[in-house]
């Protein structure tokens, strides 16, 4: 059974569920709810009610994954020079 592209999510309810989707499509690629969950060491469940809205992620959670992507991008630019 073939899968189906994540649906892409365009409007937001809060600009952290922005950041949170932003980051960690960036951080994780495709299908990157149950990776962000691992990574952040919470249910994807969780992940999924960030993502859907239902609740809103907490800025603690978001400032992490801004720290993963700020030492990502350091890794990029030394393997770059």
């Given at each position: 059974m073939p899968?189906h592209?994540p649906?892409k999510?365009?409007?937001f309810?809060s600009d952290?569920?922005?950041?949170?989707v932003e980051l960690c499509?960036?951080?994780?690629?495709?299908?990157w709810?149950?990776?962000?969950a691992?990574?952040?060491?919470?249910?994807h469940?969780?992940v999924?009610?960030?993502?859907s809205?239902?609740y809103?992620?907490?800025d603690?959670?978001?400032?992490?994954?801004?720290?993963?992507a700020?030492?990502k991008?350091?890794?990029l630019?030394?393997?770059?020079?």
């Amino acid at each position: 059974m073939p899968r189906h592209p994540p649906r892409k999510i365009t409007e937001f309810k809060s600009d952290n569920q922005r950041r949170l989707v932003e980051l960690c499509e960036e951080l994780f690629g495709e299908q990157w709810q149950n990776r962000a969950a691992k990574a952040l060491a919470v249910n994807h469940r969780q992940v999924h009610r960030w993502v859907s809205g239902e609740y809103e992620p907490p800025d603690e959670i978001v400032e992490q994954l801004g720290g993963m992507a700020r030492r990502k991008a350091v890794k990029l630019m030394k393997v770059a020079r």
